[in-house]
């Protein structure tokens, strides 16, 4: 999708939403190309993973392995540290 258009990207966010739409705010969130994977346990994240993956690949979506983290217990996303103390806005 060439994002040069004015109405791309929410275009883009609204397809991503419609794709994950039963797992959001339960098992992952998303934001445009940023996809973060979640759960209580190891197993449960195993689960939400292969969740994700699969609908991935029923949906035919690409995703880009080098950009892709798995089982971190932090990390960046839009700006803030995500982590088990909580989120940190980073300055």
């Known amino acids: 999708m060439p994002f040069g258009l004015c109405n ?3 275009t883009f966010q609204r397809c991503m939403v419609a ?9 992952m969130e998303v934001f445009m ?3 973060s994977v979640y759960g209580d346990s190891f197993d449960q994240c ?8 699969k ?7 690409m995703l880009n392995w ?3 983290h ?7 996303v839009l700006g803030h540290k995500i982590s088990r103390a909580g989120i940190e ?3």
Do not use: W, Y
Not at 19 to 27: A, G, H, L, P, W
Not at 70 to 76: A, D, L
């Open 8 to 10: 791309a990207p929410a």
């Open 19 to 27: 794709i994950f739409q039963d797992m959001i705010e339960s098992s």
């Open 33 to 35: 190309d940023d996809f």
């Open 46 to 53: 195993m689960v939400n993973l292969e969740r994700m993956l």
């Open 55 to 61: 609908r991935c690949v029923e949906t035919k979506l």
């Open 66 to 68: 080098e950009k892709c």
């Open 70 to 76: 798995f089982m971190v217990t932090e990390g960046i």
């Open 89 to 91: 806005a980073i300055h």
